[in-house]
C-alpha cells in the first residue's frame, strides 16, 4: 500500500518535471525569453563561453568561471567540504574510545611495493591537474581527488602508515586561509573580493589566468587534505 | 563603510584557522567564536543605517550583477545578519564553558560555519549562491546535531541528514529549472523577467523551491526532522537551530515567493499552511514530557505562525513576521541556553525532574519564565509586540479568510499558554522530586550567566520599547515587498 | 549518439534501482558506483570534461571508498524491515 | 499628582519590595506597606485633578501608536477603590502571612497585581489598557499558584481562561485600530458613533468575552471558586473585591464611555437588544450562584460563589442604561468589594489562628475567642444580604427601584431570590464560624492580632459610613455619570432626594435606632438570661461527650437535596469534557511524528506532488 501511493507520488513528480522539460512552453513568458536564451546579454553561460577567455586570459573557461565569475560558490563549496570532514571527525572523536582497533593485517610484499611506487605517481598526477586546471580539463578539486585518492592506496595497501591529523590539519587551514587572503587581497586592491586582481599574461601559457592557478592550487591542497583526512578518519587508524 | 562580505569572510578565515590555533594552544579554539561574532555584530550593525538608506551591492570579482555573484545587503538581510550575530555571540559565550566533552575544538569550527552559512543566506544576492549557504548551514547543522556522538544524537542527526539531503535535492532541480528557464541565476534579473507564476514550467521550479526550503524552515509536513534533532542535539546548538537555522529556511522561502517570484497568488496557501503548521506544532508540544522536544515543538508552532504573517503580503504583516522572527529568536535561545543547565543540573530532560528548579538556580529559572512568558505573548515582553503587530496587520487586511485563520491561530496561543505557564509553575510552586540528585557539575558558570541575563534584558527592553527594532521593520518589510525597487538597485540603472 | 546515451542512462536508473533494492549494502555502494560511472560518462560526450572528472574521481572512486569503509565499520546486511 | 507619578510609584514599589526582600525581611514589610499606603495617598491626593494636564503620552512609540495615560472621575474613583483594598490587604498579610516562604515574592506580586490594575484604570488608550490587563493577568495567575497544591490546578484553569479573554480582546481592539486608526479611548468614541451596529455588536462581544472571564459572569465564571478558595486569604480578598471588579471597569469604559448610551440602548431589537440579554445573564449569573454557594462547606468557596453571584447585580445594574440603574451598579461594585473584602479576611483570620481550617463542619463558637473577626463577619454579612444601615443596602435599593420602574417584574423576582439565597448560605457562614458550640480543640484559640484587626474594622467602618452617609461614593459617581452622558440624579447626602423610592438613609437610621432601643428594653425588662459555658454540650436532656455535638452540621440537608439536582456545575463539566477531548486530539496529532525518517520522506515527496497536482489538475496558480 505505502509502496503503492509513493510510488504514485513519485509519479506525479515526475510527470511535473517531464512536463517542464519537453518545451511545451505554458505561458506567455516562455516564447519571448527562450527565444533569446542564446544571447550572451539573457544567458550569462553564452557571455562566459564567449567572453571569458578575453576577460581572464584562462585556456579552461571552466576554470575562470569556478574560480573567478563564480569563485564565491566555489569558496562555499570548499567550505562545505570542509564542514563534511570536520564534522566526520567530531562524530568519529566520540566513538574512537569505544572502538576496538582492528588489527592490520599488513599486505603481501607485491601489493605493498607496489603501493609505495605508485603514491608518488598518483600525487603527481593530481599536482598536475590541479596547478594545470587554468589550462586543461580538471582543477582543483578534481586534482585534490586524485590526491586523495593516493593516500586512500597507502591505506590499503600499507597499513600502518598514512597521514599525520596534525598535518592535515594544518593543510587544511592553510590552503582555506590562502584562498581568502587572495580573495581579501582583491578586495584591498580593487575593491572587490575574489578579483583578478593578478597581471593575466597571455591565454595558454602556464603563467596565466592571474589569480586563477593561485585559487585552484590553494583548492588542490584544500580538497585533498580534507579528502585524505575523511579517509583517515573512516579507517579507524588515524592519530 | 566596511564591505559586507567581511560578515562571511573574516568568521569563515577564523573558522579555517582554529584547526593550527588548535595546535599552539588548547584553550585558544573556544574563544574563536566569540571573536567571530562580535566582530560580525559589530559590523552588522555599523551596516544597518546604510542599508536603511539603500540595499548595499557587492559584487565579486569585479563584474557587473547578473554576471557574478553579488550580495545584497539590504534592510532586512542587515538586520537578520544583526540578529545571528547577535545570538551567535551569546551562544558563542555560553558554548565556552558548557561544551565539555567530545571534540571541542571540532564544535567551534562547526559553529562558526552555521552562522556563516546563516548569514550568507540571509545576505546573498544570487539564487545558486542561495543554496550553497544554505548547504553550508545545513550540513555544520547535521554535524552538530550528532556531534555528541550518543546514539540518539546520531539518530536525530542521520534522520535529518535524510530529509534535509531530500530537501537541497529538490532545491537544486529547482534552481536547475530556473536556470533553464532564464539563463541567469541572479535574483533580481530573474525577477525582471518573471510576468507571472501562471507559467506551469515556472509553478514546478517554485513547488520545488518552497518544498526544498520548506524541510529547513519546518513547514508542517516537512517538519519530521526537527523535533528530533532540537531535542538531541546540545542545548547550545538547539538554542541556534531554533533561533535561526530554520528561520534562514524561512527567510529563503520569503525571498524566492516575494522577490523572484512575486508569487502572490500562492500566498493563501502557505498562510492556511501556516496556521496548520501552527496548530499542529502547539497540539504535538502539549502533553511532552521531555522539555526540549517540547520546545522543539513550540518552535514549529512559531514557525507556522511566522509564515503566517509572511502570507499576508502586506507591510505590517511582513514587518509583524520579521519581528516575530527577531523576538522568537531571542525567546527561543534563552529558553534552550536555560533548560540546558537545568538538564546537567538535574540530569534529566524530563520536566517533571524540574520542578522545584526555582529555588536551585533562581536566575536560570527567572530568565526560563521570562522567555516563556514572552513565547506566549504576554506584555510587557518582546514576544507581546510582534505578535500585537501580527494580529494588526491580520485585521488591518480586512479579509474574512485570513481573520477566520487568525481566530484559529490564536488557539495555539492559548495552547502555548497552558503548557509554558504549566513548566512555569512546576519551576516555583511544584516541590522537587525526592530522590533527584544533586549533581555538583550544574553549577552554572558566569560565562551562561552572562548570555541568559542578557537574553532577558534584552527581551523584557525591546518589549517595553519596540522603537528599537521597530524603525527596521518598515524598511525590512519594502525589501521584500517592493519587487521593482529591489531589480533597480541590484541591476543598476 | 543519441541511442549510446539513452543506454546509459538506462544503466543509471537500472543501477539505481537496484542500489535501493540490494540487501548487501556491498553491492548497492557498487551499484551506485555505477551510477556515477555512467554519469560521469554521459558528462564526457555532453562537453563537460570537467565534471566528467570531478564525478569519475569522487562519485565513483572516493565515495564508494568511503562508503566501504563506513559498511566496515557496521553491518554488511540490511535487515528485513517490515513490510506493511 | 499625574498618572504617571502613581504608576511610577505602583511598579517601583513592586520591584523595590522583591529586593528588599533579600536584604532584611522587615525592611521588606515596612516597603510592602510604606508604597500600598502611599499610592492611596497619592490618589487621593490627585482627587479633582482633571482634564488635559494629565494625560501624558509616556511611550510616544510603540510600533506607531502612542501610549498614553490619563485622569478621568472614572479613573479616579476605581483607582482609589483599588488601592484601598490592596492596602488594607498588605497590610492583613502582615501577620497572617508571617513565617511563609517565599515572601518577596509574595508582597512584590501583590503589589504587581495592584500596580496592573492601576494601570488598566489610569490608561488613555486601549493598547495600554491591554498591557496592564495582561500584566494583571499573569501576576494574579503566579500569585494563585503561590500555595501549591491543589492551587496549581485553579491557578491553570485561571490563566487558560483569562488568556481566552486576552485574545479575544487583542482581536477587537485592533478591530477598532484597523477601523478607526487609532486607540485612544477620548478619540474612539467620536469615531465609532457612525459605525454599523453589527461591527459594535461585534465589538462589545469581543471585549465582553475578557471582561466577561475577569467578572465571572456565567458561563465564563468557572474559574472564580477554585481560584478564589485556593489564594491565601489577603489575595482572595483582593481577587474578590477588586480584581474581579475590572471586568466592570471595563464594560463600564466599553459600554457607555465609547460605545455610548444611546448606541448600547438601540443595540438589536426587542428581546434581543443587547442590553436586555446582558441583563438576563446577570439575573441567571445572581440566581444559581448564590445557591451554589448554599451547597457549600468550604468557607471561601462559599464566598467564591457568591462573588460571583453578587457580580450579577452589578451587571444587572449596569446593562439598564438608566442613571439610577448604573450608579447602583457602580455603587455595588464598591460596596461588595468592601465587605466580600472583609468576609474574606475574616476568613482568613480564623484560618490563621485556627490553623488552616476553612470547614465550616468543622468550625464553630468562636464568638468569644475571635470578638473582632465575629464583629466583622457579622457586618460582612449585613453587607452582603443588604441590610439597611449598610452600604449593600443602599446600591440594592438602586437595582430593585431599577428593575421595578422600568418594569422588568421577572428580573427583579431573580434578584429577590437571589438576595433568599444570600441570607440563607452567609448565616451558615456567620454561624458554622463563630455561633454554637465551641469545639474543644479550639479552647485556646486567641484573638486576631492587631494588624488583622485594623483592615477589618476599617471595612466595618467603611460599610456603616456608605450604608449612612451614601451621598459620599454618590457625588463621585454622579461625576462619572457626568462624562458618559447620564442624567444626573437628586442626591443629598443622605441618600436620594426625590421621585418615586426616595431615599434617606437618615430617616431610616432613626428608625433602626428607635427599634433597637425597643428591643433592648424589652430584654431589660425579661427575664434575666442564665450563662452557660460554650462548651457545654447539652441537648434534650442527656449530654452529649465534648466535639461530637455540632448542631450545624448538614444545617440544611433537607433543602439541599431539594436543590442540589439542579445546581451541578454543568458549565465546568463542559469544559472539563471539552478539554479532555482535546487532549485526546492532541495525542493523536502527535502520532503524525512517527519517529520514522521513511513516512518523513514520504511526506515530503507528498506535499511536493500535492502541489503539482494541484496546479496540473486545476491549475489554482
Redesign the interface.
Known amino acids: 500500500m505505502r509502496r503503492l501511493i509513493s510510488l504514485l507520488l513519485l509519479l506525479i513528480v515526475a510527470l511535473g518535471i517531464f512536463l517542464c522539460f519537453s518545451g511545451a512552453s505554458f505561458g506567455a513568458e516562455g516564447a519571448s525569453r527562450a527565444g533569446k536564451l542564446t544571447e550572451d546579454k539573457v544567458n550569462f553561460g553564452r557571455r562566459y563561453a564567449s567572453r571569458g577567455l578575453e576577460e581572464n586570459k584562462a585556456g579552461n573557461i571552466v576554470a575562470s568561471v569556478v574560480v573567478n565569475y563564480r569563485g564565491f560558490d566555489t569558496l562555499g563549496e570548499v567550505t562545505v567540504l570542509f564542514i563534511a570532514a570536520v564534522g566526520l571527525a567530531a562524530i568519529l572523536h566520540a566513538r574512537r574510545e569505544e572502538a576496538t582497533p582492528s588489527k592490520a593485517e599488513p599486505a603481501s610484499l607485491i601489493v605493498f611495493t607496489g603501493c609505495r611506487f605508485l603514491f608518488p605517481l598518483i600525487l603527481l598526477l593530481g599536482a598536475y591537474i590541479f596547478i594545470h586546471g587554468h589550462l586543461t580539463p580538471g582543477g582543483g578539486f578534481q586534482g585534490g581527488a586524485v590526491v586523495a585518492s593516493g593516500f586512500l592506496l597507502i591505506y590499503l595497501g600499507c597499513r600502518g602508515r598514512g597521514l599525520r591529523s596534525a598535518g592535515v590539519a594544518v593543510a587544511e587551514s592553510l590552503s582555506g586561509l590562502a584562498f581568502l587572503a587572495v580573495a581579501l587581497v582583491g578586495l584591498a586592491v580593487g575593491g572587490s573580493f575574489l578579483l583578478n586582481f593578478l597581471p593575466k599574461g597571455s591565454a595558454f601559457a602556464l603563467f596565466s589566468g592571474g589569480v586563477i592557478p593561485l585559487i585552484y592550487v590553494a583548492i588542490g591542497f584544500k580538497v585533498g587534505s580534507e579528502l585524505g583526512g575523511i579517509i583517515d578518519n573512516l579507517s579507524g587508524e588515524a592519530r | 563603510m566596511v564591505?559586507p562580505?567581511l560578515l562571511i569572510?573574516v568568521p569563515?578565515?577564523l573558522a579555517?584557522?582554529?584547526?593550527?590555533l588548535?595546535?599552539a594552544s588548547k584553550r585558544v579554539p573556544r574563544y574563536v567564536p566569540v571573536i567571530a561574532m562580535l566582530f560580525n555584530l559589530v559590523v552588522s550593525v555599523s551596516l544597518l543605517p546604510h542599508a536603511l538608506k539603500a540595499p548595499i551591492v557587492?559584487?565579486?570579482?569585479?563584474?557587473a550583477p547578473?554576471?557574478?555573484?553579488h550580495l545584497v545587503a539590504g534592510p532586512l538581510g542587515v538586520l537578520l545578519s544583526s540578529l545571528i550575530a547577535l545570538i551567535g555571540l551569546l551562544v558563542a559565550v555560553y558554548g565556552i564553558d558548557y561544551i565539555r566533552?567530545?571534540?571541542k575544538v571540532?564544535?567551534q569550527?562547526?559553529y562558526i560555519?552555521m552562522l556563516?552559512g546563516a548569514t550568507?543566506v540571509v545576505l546573498t544576492g544570487d539564487i545558486?549562491?542561495l543554496f550553497?549557504?544554505f548547504?553550508?548551514l545545513c550540513?555544520?547543522s547535521?554535524?552538530?546535531v550528532?556531534?555528541?556522538?550518543?546514539s540518539t544524537g546520531?539518530e536525530a542527526?542521520?534522520?535529518y541528514l535524510?530529509?534535509g539531503a531530500?530537501?537541497s535535492g529538490?532545491v537544486l532541480?529547482g534552481i536547475g529549472?530556473v536556470y533553464g528557464?532564464?539563463?541567469?541565476?541572479t535574483m533580481a534579473d530573474i525577477a525582471a523577467?518573471?510576468?507571472?507564476?501562471?507559467?506551469?514550467?515556472?509553478?514546478?521550479?517554485l513547488?520545488?523551491l518552497?518544498?526544498g526550503f520548506?524541510?529547513e524552515a519546518a513547514i508542517f509536513?516537512?517538519n519530521?526532522?526537527l523535533?528530533?534533532a532540537h531535542s538531541s542535539a546540545p542545548s547550545s546548538i538547539s538554542a541556534i537551530l531554533s533561533g535561526i537555522a530554520i528561520k534562514a529556511g524561512l527567510y529563503a522561502i520569503a525571498r524566492v515567493v516575494y522577490t523572484v517570484y512575486g508569487?502572490s497568488?500562492?500566498l493563501p496557501?502557505l498562510a492556511v499552511l501556516g496556521i496548520v503548521t501552527l496548530l499542529?506544532g502547539e497540539?504535538?508540544a502539549?502533553?511532552q514530557e521531555d522539555i526540549k522536544r517540547l520546545l522543539a515543538f513550540s518552535s514549529i508552532g512559531q514557525m507556522g505562525l511566522i509564515l503566517f504573517a509572511l502570507a499576508l503580503a502586506s507591510a505590517t504583516g511582513i514587518s509583524g513576521a520579521v519581528f516575530l522572527i527577531v523576538s522568537h529568536g531571542l525567546a527561543k535561545a534563552l529558553l534552550f541556553l536555560a533548560s540546558g543547565y537545568m538538564i546537567y543540573r538535574t540530569g534529566s530532560r524530563d520536566i517533571s525532574s524540574l520542578n522545584g528548579i526555582g529555588k536551585r538556580m533562581p536566575i536560570m529559572s527567572l530568565c526560563f519564565t521570562v522567555g516563556a512568558?514572552s513565547l506566549?505573548g504576554?506584555?510587557?515582553f518582546v514576544g507581546?509586540?510582534s505578535k500585537?503587530?501580527i494580529?494588526?496587520a491580520v485585521?488591518?487586511t480586512?479579509s474574512t479568510f485570513f481573520i477566520t485563520l487568525?481566530?484559529i491561530g490564536?488557539i495555539g496561543?492559548?495552547i502555548e499558554?497552558?503548557y509554558f505557564?504549566?513548566i512555569v509553575?512546576g519551576f516555583?510552586?511544584?516541590?522537587a522530586p525526592e530522590d533527584s540528585p544533586e549533581q555538583t557539575e550544574g553549577k552554572v558558570p558566569f560565562s551562561a550567566l552572562v548570555p541568559v541575563g542578557l537574553l532577558a534584558v534584552l527581551i523584557l527592553t525591546i518589549g517595553l520599547?519596540?522603537?528599537i527594532v521597530?524603525r527596521v521593520l518598515g524598511p525590512a518589510a519594502d525589501d521584500l515587498l517592493d519587487r521593482t525597487a529591489y531589480v533597480q538597485h541590484v541591476m543598476g540603472d | 549518439m543519441i541511442v549510446f546515451q539513452t543506454f546509459l542512462v538506462l544503466v543509471m536508473i537500472v543501477a539505481a534501482l537496484a542500489a535501493a533494492r540490494f540487501g548487501d549494502l556491498l553491492d548497492a555502494v557498487i551499484a551506485c558506483a555505477l551510477v556515477s560511472l555512467m554519469a560521469s560518462i554521459i558528462f564526457y560526450f555532453l562537453q563537460a570534461p570537467d565534471v566528467a572528472m570531478a564525478e569519475a574521481s569522487i562519485g565513483a572512486g572516493l565515495t564508494t571508498a568511503i562508503f566501504i569503509f563506513a559498511i566496515n565499520r557496521s553491518i554488511r546486511y540490511e535487515e528485513n524491515e517490515k513490510t506493511d | 499628582m499625574s498618572p504617571q507619578a502613581i504608576l511610577i510609584t505602583a511598579f517601583a514599589g513592586a520591584g523595590l519590595v522583591f529586593l528588599a526582600g533579600k536584604v532584611h525581611s522587615h525592611l521588606r514589610d515596612f516597603l510592602a506597606v510604606l508604597s500600598s499606603l502611599a499610592l492611596v495617598g497619592l490618589i487621593a491626593w490627585s482627587h479633582g485633578q482633571y482634564g488635559p494636564d494629565n494625560e501624558i503620552v509616556y511611550v510616544p512609540d510603540f510600533l506607531g501608536m502612542e501610549l498614553a495615560l490619563r485622569l478621568n472621575p472614572l479613573a479616579w474613583f476605581f483607582a482609589i477603590y483599588i488601592a484601598i483594598i490592596n492596602a488594607a490587604s498588605v497590610v492583613f498579610s502582615l501577620s497572617y502571612m508571617k513565617g511563609k516562604e517565599k515572601l518577596g515574592f509574595y508582597y512584590s506580586m501583590m503589589l504587581l497585581v495592584n500596580a496592573g490594575m492601576l494601570g488598566i484604570v489610569l490608561s488613555g488608550d486601549f493598547l495600554s489598557f491591554y498591557i496592564f490587563w495582561e500584566i494583571m493577568s499573569w501576576s494574579t495567575y503566579l500569585l494563585i499558584s503561590y500555595r501549591r497544591g491543589p492551587a496549581l490546578h485553579a491557578g491553570m484553569k485561571y490563566i487558560i481562561m483569562s488568556l481566552v479573554g486576552s485574545c479575544a480582546m487583542l482581536v477587537g481592539i485592533l478591530s477598532l485600530y484597523a477601523q478607526f486608526g487609532t486607540l485612544q479611548i477620548a478619540e474612539l468614541g467620536e469615531a465609532i458613533a457612525g459605525s454599523s451596529s453589527g461591527y459594535v455588536l461585534f465589538i462589545l462581544m469581543a471585549m465582553g468575552i475578557a471582561f466577561g472571564v475577569k467578572f465571572a459572569i456565567l458561563p465564563l465564571h468557572t474559574w472564580m471558586p477554585d481560584a478564589h478558595s485556593e489564594a491565601v486569604s489577603p489575595f482572595s480578598a483582593v481577587l474578590s473585591g477588586v480584581l474581579v471588579r475590572m471586568g466592570m471597569y471595563g464594560f463600564l469604559l466599553v459600554m457607555y464611555s465609547i460605545v455610548g448610551l444611546k448606541t448600547i440602548l438601540n443595540l438589536g431589537a426587542g428581546f434581543f437588544n443587547f442590553h436586555y440579554i446582558l441583563s438576563w445573564l446577570g439575573a441567571i449569573t445572581i440566581v444559581i450562584p448564590t445557591f451554589i454557594a448554599l451547597l457549600q462547606n468550604d468557607a471561601k468557596k462559599l464566598l467564591a460563589w457568591h462573588g460571583i453571584g453578587q457580580g450579577g447585580y452589578m451587571i444587572l445594574g449596569m446593562a439598564f442604561g438608566t442613571s439610577l440603574g448604573v450608579a447602583g451598579g457602580i455603587f455595588h461594585t464598591i460596596n461588595h468589594g468592601s465587605y466580600i473584602a472583609l468576609l474574606f479576611l475574616v476568613v482568613g483570620a480564623v484560618e490563621y489562628r485556627t490553623g488552616g481550617v476553612r470547614d465550616l463542619n468543622r468550625l464553630g463558637g468562636l464568638i468569644q475567642r475571635m470578638p473582632v473577626a465575629f464583629f466583622g463577619c457579622l457586618v460582612g454579612i449585613m453587607g452582603l444580604i443588604g441590610m439597611p444601615l449598610t452600604n449593600g443596602f443602599v446600591s440594592k435599593w438602586f437595582i430593585y427601584k431599577t428593575l421595578i420602574t422600568e418594569g422588568h417584574p421577572f428580573l427583579a423576582f431573580m434578584a429577590f431570590v437571589g438576595t433568599w439565597g444570600t441570607i440563607l448560605s452567609v448565616y451558615k457562614l456567620l454561624h458554622n464560624m463563630f455561633l454554637g458550640q465551641l469545639p474543644e480543640k479550639y479552647k485556646e484559640v486567641r484573638k486576631a492580632p492587631i494588624s488583622m484587626q485594623i483592615p477589618i474594622l476599617f471595612f466595618c467602618f467603611v460599610i456603616f459610613l456608605f450604608g449612612v452617609l451614601p451621598g459620599i461614593p454618590l457625588r463621585a459617581i454622579q461625576g462619572i455619570q457626568d462624562t458618559m452622558g447620564f442624567a444626573p440624579l437628586q442626591l443629598t447626602m443622605w441618600g436620594l432626594a426625590s421621585g418615586a423610592g426616595a431615599l434617606n438613609m437618615l430617616n431610616i437610621c432613626f428608625a433602626i435606632v428607635i427599634a433597637f432601643a425597643v428591643v433592648l428594653l424589652l430584654m431589660r425588662l425579661g427575664a434575666k438570661p442564665r450563662r452557660v459555658p460554650q462548651e457545654d454540650s447539652y441537648a434534650a436532656g442527656s449530654s452529649v461527650p465534648a466535639g461530637k455535638y455540632h448542631h450545624s452540621v448538614e444545617f440544611y440537608n433537607p433543602l439541599y437535596q431539594m436543590i442540589s439536582p439542579y445546581l451541578k456545575d454543568r458549565v465546568d463539566q463542559f469544559y472539563y469534557w471539552a478539554a479532555d477531548k482535546a487532549q485526546g486530539v492532541f495525542e493523536l496529532t502527535r502520532r503524525i511524528y512517527t519517529g520514522y525518517a521513511g513516512t518523513y520522506v514520504l511526506y515530503i515527496i507528498s506535499f511536493l506532488a500535492l502541489l503539482i497536482f494541484l496546479q496540473l489538475a486545476w491549475e489554482i496558480w
Do not use: H
Not at chain 2, 528557464?181 to 541565476?185: A, P
Open positions: 564591505s562580505i569572510a569563515l578565515g579555517f584557522a582554529i584547526p593550527v588548535g595546535l557587492v559584487r565579486t570579482a569585479g563584474w547578473p554576471y557574478s555573484i566533552e567530545g571534540a571540532k564544535y569550527i562547526l560555519l556563516v550568507g545558486f549562491n550553497v549557504f548547504e553550508v550540513i555544520s547535521y554535524a552538530l550528532a556531534y555528541r556522538g550518543d546520531v542527526g542521520a534522520k535524510i530529509q531530500i530537501g529538490l532541480i529549472l528557464t532564464f539563463g541567469t541565476l523577467n518573471v510576468s507571472s507564476v501562471g507559467s506551469f514550467r515556472l509553478f514546478v521550479s513547488a520545488f518552497i518544498t520548506g524541510v509536513p516537512l519530521g526532522w523535533p528530533d508569487a497568488s500562492i496557501f499542529i497540539m504535538c502539549f502533553g512568558f506566549i504576554l506584555p510587557p507581546f509586540a500585537f503587530t494580529v494588526r485585521l488591518g480586512g487568525l481566530a490564536l496561543t492559548v499558554g497552558a505557564l504549566r509553575q516555583y510552586f511544584k516541590p520599547f519596540p522603537g521597530g
